[in-house]
């Protein structure tokens, strides 16, 4: 039997799924990043917080140009980055009276 000859189709087809590879490589590593802040990380809690908010989002917009097919849709991957900060903030806005009021100390 014999192979068939790369077609010049097949050239995109590879780009697409090096790409796909290399988003999956950075998403490791910010992945290993993240572990290694929580276990490494002897600083300030809320340097911490912030770092860890910042690559969760790196994650969640590498995630949706690459594996939802929204790069070139710049609205979207704003309303995928930023949507979910809105929403903390009115979970915190809505909850933190309500939970310093609970945990007061007599």
Known sequence: MTE???TVSDAPQQGVE???????????AITAS????VLGFHGSQAVR????????LMKATL?????????FERIALVYIAVLPL?????????????????FRRP
Do not use: Q
């Open 4 to 6: 068939a000859p790369e």
């Open 18 to 28: 090096r790409l796909y590879v290399i988003a999956w490589l950075v998403l490791i």
């Open 49 to 56: 917080v912030t770092a860890l908010i910042v690559l969760a």
């Open 86 to 102: 809105l929403l903390l903030g009115l979970m915190l806005f809505a909850v933190v009276p309500d939970a310093a009021t609970l």
């Open 34 to 37: 993240e572990i290694g802040l």
């Open 63 to 71: 995630i949706g140009a690459y594996y939802m097919n929204l790069r």
